[in-house]
């Protein structure tokens, strides 16, 4: 008996460290933003995450449109996803620059390309506030935590993503209102 409750306080101790280093780096993170020290931001970020996770956002909701209108066809698709996904790239590879990104995770105004999109800033968040900041927290894989940044998913969130010795930003989940956005910019750009 004593051994599964040795066992089970273990267990909680390991969990409670796991989940308490993801904070310290959401922390560090949110601090290299208050401080607009856009090459810490950018240190502390998996670019090539970072970069897919719009990506498949904007070419998500770029098939959600067309579809919208009319059926996609699968060659259709093919070619959303690789050519639409060559011009969000692009378009994401301008919100990717030590201040852009800065910008985006201070103030939560994306600007790139005629687009102006909002979600709610980085800087929100206090990480002081322990409590408050685990509601925020939840695990969607194993190495992978999604933050919340207002209330619910709508309101959009970030990701960190654990690897090598740390946890790095991997992913921003946009706001409805902002991928549809960037999905109508894609397709102006593909029409022109």
Known sequence: MRWFFGSLIASLVCLGI?????????????????AENGADVLA???????????????????????DRERPVKPLERLAANTYGASIADAMIGKILTPENLTDVLNKGAIRVGGVDANMLSLTEIDTSKVLETLRRISPTKP???QIRLGQNDKDGGVSLHFEGNGWKLS????PNAAVQALARSLMKSKAG
């Open 18 to 34: 796991y989940v308490g280093s993801a904070v310290v780096s959401l922390s560090g993170l949110i601090g290299a933003v208050r």
């Open 171 to 174: 992913g921003i989940q946009l």
């Open 44 to 66: 502390r970020t998996d670019t090539a995450r970072l970069r897919r996770s719009l990506v498949d956002q904007i070419v998500g909701a770029y098939l959600k449109q067309i």
């Open 143 to 145: 190495v992978e935590f």
